[in-house]
């Protein structure tokens, strides 16, 4: 009866952990946006979500920065990341 028990209170505590998972995440979720969608968001926060069309690695610029273009390539991009 005891490794049943034990076997329950398992049970239990992953559901416990799934369901506080779920809660958790479902507010962060709130935040994700579609590229085409970010001008709305200047000024916030929100996690900018699209299909990398395009990326290019300036290595003849300053600072040699990384632009990746999300839905479409450049220069008919919907939002470019930029990284340093």
Request: with cysteine; net charge positive.
């Amino acid at each position: 009866m005891d490794d049943e028990g034990d076997k329950m209170k398992k049970a239990i505590s992953v559901a416990i952990a799934v369901f506080t998972y779920a809660l958790a995440t479902a507010g962060l979720a709130q935040n994700r946006i579609t590229a085409s969608d970010a001008p709305i968001y200047i000024g916030k926060t929100a996690t900018v979500c699209g299909q990398v069309a395009s990326v290019t690695y300036a290595v003849r610029s300053k600072g040699h920065p990384t632009f990746i273009n999300l839905d479409r390539p450049y220069p008919n991009q919907t939002f470019t990341v930029l990284i340093w």
